[in-house]
C-alpha cells in the first residue's frame, strides 16, 4: 500500500463480504466490551475492482469510528451493508450513536492533527482516519458521503466501482501468435 512514503495503487477484483468479514472479526471484541451489536449483511457475492488494502483500512476506520461514538448502553448498534448500484457497490456504515452536528458534518474529512472528538468510552484518536479514508476511496475511482442527524446516529456511504470483466490475455497471446505463424 505505501512505498517510499507514497501509497500505491494495485486494484483487483475481491469480494467485498471477504474484507467486511476481517473487520468485523477484528473489531468484535471491542463490540462487545462496549455492549453494541456489530451487523455484518454484505452480500457474499458483491464484487468490487478496488485496492484491497486501502479498501480494508477504509472499512475498518468506519467502523471502528461508528464502535467509538455509540453509546454502551445495550442498544447500540452498527451495521455494515452494501448493494449493487449500476457500475458501482453502494456501502453502507451506519450506527445507532451520537449522531454530528451539521459543523461536525462540514469538518469532517478534514485532517485534525491537534484535535479529536473523544468516544463514548473515552476513546481517543488521531483526527486523521477520516482524510485518509476519503483519499483512499478517491484513489480507487469511488466516492465517501456522510449523512447524520444529532442524538439519531451517522451514515457513512462508500461508492466503489464494481468488479471489471477479466481479459484472458493469454487467449489474446496466442491469437497473436496464431496470426504470427
Known sequence: MAEGGRFVYHPINFKLRQITNIVTDILKTLAIKKNIQLINEVDENLKVYADMNMITSVIQNLVSNALKFTDVDGKGKVYIQAQHKGTYAEIYVKDTGLGMTQQQINDLFQPRIT???KGTAGEKGA????????RF?????GEINVSSNEGEGTVFTVLLPIEREQVDLCTDQQKSKAKLV
Open 115 to 117: 484535535m479529536s472528538y
Open 127 to 134: 483526527g486523521l482516519g477520516l482524510s485518509l479514508c476519503k
Open 137 to 141: 476511496v478517491e484513489m480507487n475511482l
